[in-house]
């Protein structure tokens, strides 16, 4: 199978999707398909994406990142368009972004698979006014051209506004590849709980502010946030709470050794959301250390000991607070068995992916 994988991406090397999708591409190559990256990036330098991918193509196309320039953007998706159509694949598999009018005729000459990542209509009501109503407007040209979806949580692909497409669809939530993280980091021995949070975006929805309610609470445990851009969701932190910038792996993997449990997003419900499938979870998961999520976690069907799901309400923190001091408190010198996580790895997910790519060709 010759298969394009095509997304937009502004984050770079540090970001939780570029080492997704290094990993889904890997797994196809293993699994004897032919991949290219097709990718659409404000940024001008995307050599890392070339070392990551050692022997995949990558085509990048970069523009410039600003509203006066929408032209820059749109002269470069139509040129991806018409170079994925010489490069002749089977088929598509398109990272969710805004609808382009050039991708009409890529959706038109080549089956498209949607990967979709979240509820796009409650999203992007956080986004700008004008750029929430072009998505609006525009996502059924869309929705309506693909041959097939792909969703990471079962919650949004029951959605309505997905359905009424009566495209076929598969859950499968997001996976790590875990022979990247060959050893469970030993459990630290803090005489006071020590709780991380790691993430690349700290967006609303994430909780942050949730977080340090929990710090002020708790001034005997140590809260270390990493991946800060902004300061613009919260105003100073308390002294037991540490916020560090965006670092790569090799930095941040100190951190997380010293953690006795990882924080995952508390405030889903900003933006309507009652399940997830975290990738910065699963880096935890495989590292060993017990989570606390404020979401149901689609990959476990049935309660864990080293995962608190917290329910996707405004007052879920504040509400469950001895529910919360018990959990850490009995993490504290834990770590999560390997074989608890098996199914989240890439191996596991890619084959799924793949079957459901030859299901969508077979049925034409």
């Not at 984050?11 to 797994?27: A, E, L």
């Not at 009995?330 to 770590?335: D, H, V």
């Amino acid at each position: 199978m010759r298969i394009v994988y095509l997304l937009h991406y502004n984050d770079g090397p540090i970001g939780g999707v570029f080492h997704k999708v290094i990993g889904q591409v890997t797994q196809w190559v293993l699994k004897n398909a032919e991949v290219a990256i097709f990718l659409l990036t404000r940024e001008t330098d995307n050599s890392f994406w070339t070392e990551a991918a050692k022997n995949i193509p990558v085509f990048s196309y970069s523009y410039i990142n600003s509203y006066t320039n929408l032209s820059s953007r749109l002269r470069q998706t139509a040129q991806i368009v018409r170079d994925i159509q010489h490069w002749q694949p089977d088929l598509v598999y398109f990272r969710h972004d805004l609808y382009y009018p050039p991708y009409h005729s890529l959706l038109h000459a080549v089956p498209v698979v949607l990967e979709i990542n979240g509820d796009d209509l409650s999203e992007f009501q956080l986004q700008p006014k004008l750029r929430n109503l072009y998505n609006r407007v525009t996502r059924s040209l869309l929705f309506s051209n693909v041959k097939g979806m792909v969703f990471v949580s079962q919650e949004v692909s029951e959605r309505a506004h997905f359905l009424r497409y009566g495209k076929p669809r598969v859950t499968i939530a997001n996976g790590i590849d875990l022979e990247q993280y060959p050893n469970v980091l030993t459990a630290p021995c803090n005489p006071e709980p020590r709780l991380v949070f790691l993430s690349s975006e700290w967006v609303s929805w994430e909780g942050v502010d949730k977080i340090l309610w929990l710090a002020y609470h708790f001034p005997d445990w140590h809260f270390d946030l990493i991946g800060k851009k902004t300061n613009n969701l919260f105003s100073e932190p308390p002294p037991n709470a540490t916020l560090y910038p965006p670092m790569h792996r090799a930095k941040y993997e100190a951190i997380l050794g010293q953690a006795d449990v990882a924080i995952g997003a508390l405030a889903c419900e900003r933006v309507g959301m009652h399940e997830a499938s975290s990738l910065g979870i699963r880096e935890c998961l495989a590292y060993g250390i017990p989570c606390m999520v404020g979401y149901h976690e689609t990959d476990f069907d049935t309660p864990k000991d080293f995962l608190l799901e917290l329910p996707s309400t405004p007052d879920n923190v504040t509400e469950n607070v001895a529910l919360i001091a018990q959990f850490v408190i009995a993490s504290q010198g834990q770590r999560v068995p390997r074989g608890e996580i098996c199914h989240l790895d890439n191996s596991v997910k890619e084959q799924a992916r793949l079957r459901f790519f030859s299901e969508v060709l077979d049925n034409g």
